[in-house]
């Protein structure tokens, strides 16, 4: 039942890929230039997140081919890190921002070394990202990042100048800030697996379509604001609906469950977990 299905059960067909994952991430902090950056930027990881963009990732490729080319599967392995710093990077920004203490059930960063290391260190992270991802990629996709990323800020600042937003601006801050990036999360990681431009079309649609369904499931179980909008779990689940019916494209496997199975997950989180990751 969908009610017991933990997260790490979506992992399943990924599991030896992750773990790769979390192999490069320690390797890029471990190689910074200083004993204190490191211990900054190691403390943050400490306690891992659900690895939701790197998961998202490495299931898209799955599901357009589960037998990769090792050198292919090397490159999506490094992509998939890469989105896991670029999403990193940004949350040590939204605690400074946000004035948040804490984070995955730990003192953040900035309520230990003050904001000003706090933003340093993750603008170290964001170059981390960079690098990682712009090492990884043919030259068709840094573009793609580079809008990613004008998109996200572009919308962290829509949300600060809107503090009662319609609903037509809140559905866009979202859309910019947290479902852009997991749709090109999969439709990237898709693309590199080899996937036809209507494959691309259906996977890009999916990730976009579960990132709304994610927002609006934390934004609801947080901010009462958003009952004036008439901004309801049931949104979340029309998204959610979208997101798997996207998927009819590609042939039953393990990773396409996994993707179904992620949705259902999502819709059923309670704020604590959703917050975790």
Known sequence: MVGKLQFEDIYCPISENLNLVEK??????EDLSTNYLQGIIGYFFKVPGKRLRPTLALLSAGVL????PESTNDQIVK???????MHSASLIHDDVLDNDMVRRGQKALNEIYGNKIAVLAGDVVYSLAFSTLSSSLPKEFKQTIVELTENMCAS?????????????VYLDIIKGKTALFMSVSCSIAAAL??????QVSSIEEYGLNL???YQIMD??????????LN???QDAKLYGDKAISSLKTFEDSSYKTSLINLVNFILSLSHAKVSSS
């Open 24 to 29: 490069e991430l320690k390797k890029t902090f």
């Open 65 to 68: 081919d589960n037998k990769l």
């Open 79 to 85: 992509f998939a890190t890469g989105l896991e710093l």
């Open 156 to 168: 962290e600042v829509i949300q600060a100048e809107n503090m009662l937003p319609t609903r037509e």
């Open 193 to 198: 697996a080899g996937a036809t431009k209507e």
């Open 211 to 213: 990132g709304m369904a």
């Open 219 to 228: 934004d609801c179980m947080d901010k009462d604001i958003y009952a004036e």
């Open 231 to 233: 901004i309801s779990s």
